[in-house]
């Protein structure tokens, strides 16, 4: 029976020149794909506080020019 690499665990092989080699495990695309999407919801946050603070501004001023 041959050994099993384990998925979750990032290789790391020597070049002639001293040099590591890294070799991405699988999980890498999920990582990338994870982190984008985090990058998207904050974005999609910080846009609907800006429009909920801008309202309010306006809510104000004209409450003031009243």
Request: aromatic fraction near 2%; hydrophobic fraction near 45%; include cysteine.
């Amino acid at each position: 029976m041959e050994p099993v690499e384990p998925v979750f665990v990032t290789t790391v092989q020597i070049t002639p020149e001293g040099a590591p080699i890294m070799k991405p495990s699988r999980l890498a695309p999920i990582a990338v794909l994870a982190c984008a999407l985090a990058l998207v919801a904050c974005a999609n946050t910080i846009r609907g506080a800006g429009k909920d603070i801008k309202s309010t501004a306006h809510a104000v001023e004209d409450t003031v020019n009243q």
